[in-house]
């Protein structure tokens, strides 16, 4: 699923999440036994560079891409890149049974109604999911509808070109989760599962059943708040706010009362979860989650993972998005692998696309 750009028609591209927080990088290389990991990297960027998910310095953005790509000795020019947040319109909507043909055809008016945005403002991708739950009549189908403001892609596929590299694909958050779920883990008939993924400034939530989508949602919540609620109480920099957060010593910083910051922000970030959940009960015949994979920068915060678990009485476990992967050990530092795999959920889920699938 996401925007497939015709730009290339070469097989090998790299995933580049950029986030608020930091620029992922993931290289892949399919072997006979699945995937071998290539290449990653993370490069961290300043808060003031990108916020809210929207480029508020692009030469500064483009400048650390090109630090990671020349790091990561990148040969590859082609890469796929995704979005979230305000500027994406994800939803499962139910339509008279046509062809993908006839839908191509006549999704542009059958979304007006579901857009919020002028819908020439917006680019609009579709995948037919099959007959919805609980519909008895054989004349209605499930379809996914995507829309992302024609904007937020420029801004992003900007980036990218602006850093010398071939933008082939603009996906969705949510979706290469659902990819790097699909690619790692065995899929149990039935099971449904959350993946939810905290990044600096977006928490995205995707729910799967059996492997496939079932709802999505993104909230803008995410690591930037512990920082500023940090530097707030302590006055301190945005920088030592980043320390203190990681639990590491700055001066003028009271344990208890960073204790007590971090606490107060899982709790909300909890509730927006369990939030969600709930309403995803409302829209899927009260059915509950099975488990929920947790990723993103954020989700390493101390008990995060624990109070989630308590709260919403679901087991929870930190990704592993190289679970299935084989690893080069003589190419990457399994500590540095294990420390940084959650914050890979999405360029692993990039990097895995296929210039010219949908």
Not at 330 to 355: N, S, T
Request: charged share 25%.
């Amino acid at each position: 699923m996401g925007f497939s750009l015709p730009f290339s028609r070469k097989k090998e591209l790299i995933g580049l999440d950029i986030g608020s927080g930091a620029i992922k990088l993931v290289q892949l290389k399919e072997t006979s036994r699945g995937y071998q990991l290539q290449k990653f990297g993370v490069k961290p960027l300043d808060s003031e560079l990108i916020v809210d998910g929207t480029v508020m310095d692009a030469g500064r953005v483009v400048s650390v891409i090109k630090e990671l790509l020349e790091e990561q000795a990148v040969k590859i020019k082609d890469v796929a890149v995704s979005v979230s947040g305000h500027s994406v319109i994800v939803k499962k909507i139910s339509l008279p049974v046509m062809t993908e043909e006839e839908l191509e055809e006549s999704i542009k008016w059958e979304a007006e109604q579901y857009i919020p945005f002028d819908i020439n403002d917006v680019n609009i991708d579709f995948h037919i999911l099959g007959m919805p739950d609980n519909q008895e009549s054989k004349e209605q189908m499930s379809v996914l509808l995507v829309a992302v403001k024609k904007d937020k892609l420029t801004e992003y596929t900007t980036l990218v070109t602006e850093a010398g590299l071939n933008p082939v694909i603009v996906d969705v958050d949510a979706f290469t989760l659902e990819n790097m779920f699909c690619v790692n883990y065995d899929l149990r008939e039935g099971e449904i599962v959350a993946l939810v993924n905290i990044g600096a400034s977006v928490m995205n939530i995707n729910i799967l059943k059996g492997g496939t989508f079932t709802f999505t949602r993104d909230i803008s919540i995410g690591g930037n708040r512990y920082n500023e609620a940090i530097q707030r109480e302590f006055n301190i920099s945005y920088e030592q706010a980043e320390k203190a957060k990681r639990n590491e010593p700055v001066e003028g910083v009271d344990p208890q009362a960073l204790s007590n910051i971090i606490n107060n922000l899982n709790a909300e970030i909890t509730s927006e979860v369990i939030r969600s959940f709930d309403y995803f009960k409302t829209t899927s015949t009260n059915e509950n989650i099975d488990r929920i994979l947790l990723s993103g920068g954020a989700s390493k915060l101390p008990d995060l993972l624990t109070q989630l678990a308590e709260k919403s009485g679901v087991p929870v476990e930190m990704v592993n998005p190289f679970k299935k992967v084989d690893i080069p050990k003589k190419l990457f530092d399994p500590e540095y692998i294990q420390e940084m795999g959650p914050l890979a959920a999405v360029g692993m889920g990039l990097a895995i696309r296929k210039i010219g699938d949908r």
